[in-house]
């Protein structure tokens, strides 16, 4: 099952500093720094196979299989050492095995008294460097040989392409609403320690002979966070489950045990895979558990529920208040014979939203008074704009339409958008003389355009019914320049 939810305006605004720095260091880490592992890897192994070390160590770790009577073992590690191009796997295999690999470092499996002990000591020593030179062996976490080091750098490698896209849409998708609940600081302070809880658990469940690298811990303790910080505030998630999907809108604290059922579903059934099902539950145990302490703290930093309808409401609140506060500057200005301010004043308010009718006429038979002035093109097009269907808004597109395109000097203003827009505002209602008006500044202005022939149509059919037939066959003619599309 995969779960993941989708926020619009739930917390106060704030920019994720600390989610692009942490995709930041990945993204580097990645295509920077690991890049040159493979050829890395390529030199150690191939110093590795020309070596004594295969001729020593590889019999010495079959006969190790021999005395602790791991038949199976033994003979698929036979089986690949027949094979010069598997050595890789071989190794891989032999370094596995934390006991062999203990005893091998300290001198047990070839010890001093060996004739080429000396000689073997100073290969395995370079070879050892040459491993730890890799980026993700030196700073991925081993189980065998954990470091505080380790326990952190392993947050930011990743084992290929696929592996980093998955983490980084996902910390994109849910960690910037973490962010801006917590802050910056505590919001990477729970990202960091949650990567150390997931080593734990890791750690805890699979013992020794296992590695771990990547974000998906940290992450996972990122949407622990998420769910408890977000409680029961209402979201929308999208969904998956085997071929069906939808959205569903539940309490964000839902998330979290349907999360970590699916990660212990997923490590019960895949235990042997290499995704680590731990590190997720010790993540999402981490993030959930420390975030506990700041509800409080995000609870200040959210928007009222519905933030998206409250948001609106507020803005239109703003729009509101500006809209009157620029027309009493304008009614100010014009008592005081001051032209040139109200008409600044009455342009600045044509442009907010949410006057009415009464408002946006005073506004435009002030500014038609300077039909050249850029106030009067800007707002004759922003009253062109509305978009209410009823009849004193129809009637008041009409008359600005009619002044507009009589007034406006040096000519009207329109594009190819509007006047489309206009277009099909006006034939609803049956406005000859506008929609001729219209098509024929269309085909001026865009001529190539292939929605003038349908306004030149439509005007041409809004006379016809008006029984204009001259002006319709007019119009007709003039559309047969214009081949469908």
Known sequence: MFLIPYLHNVTRPHFPVGVILLVVINLFVFFGLQQRDEGRYHLAFEYYSQSILPRLELPAYADYLKKQRRADDLKKFEQLSRHKEALPYVLRRMDKDAVFMRDLRADKIITPEHEDYAQWRQARDYFERSIDSITIERYAFDTDRPSWLTAFTHQFLHGGTGHLIGNMVVLIAIAPAVEALLGTGLFLLIYLLGGLGAVALHWLIVGSGSGLVGASGAISAVMGAFAVLLYKRRIPFFYFVVVYFDIVRAPALIALPLWLANELLQMYWNGNSQVAYGAHIGGLLTGGLLAWFFR???????????????????????????????????????????????????????????????????????????????????????????????????????????????????????????????????RRHGCASELDRIARLLHAISPTDPRCRDAILAAASAHYGSGDARRGADLTRLAEEHPPG
């Open 296 to 426: 409080d703290r995000a609870a200040a930093q959210l928007l009222p529920e519905g933030g998206g309808e409250a948001t609106k409401e507020n803005e239109q609140a703003v729009a509101q208040a500006s809209l009157q506060r620029y027309l009493a500057e304008a009614r100010r200005a014009m008592r005081n014979n001051a032209f040139e301010q109200a008409r600044r004043a009455y342009a600045k308010a044509a442009r907010q939203t949410g006057g009415d009718l009464v408002d946006w006429r005073e506004c435009f038979n002030v500014l038609k008074l300077s039909p050249g002035s850029e106030e009067f093109h800007q707002a004759a097009r922003a009253f062109l704009r509305l978009r209410a269907d009823d009849q004193e808004t129809q009637s008041f597109v009409l008359e600005v339409f009619r002044n507009y395109v009589a007034l406006a000097k040096p000519q009207p203003r329109l594009d190819a958008e509007l006047l489309v827009q206009l277009s099909e505002r006006f």
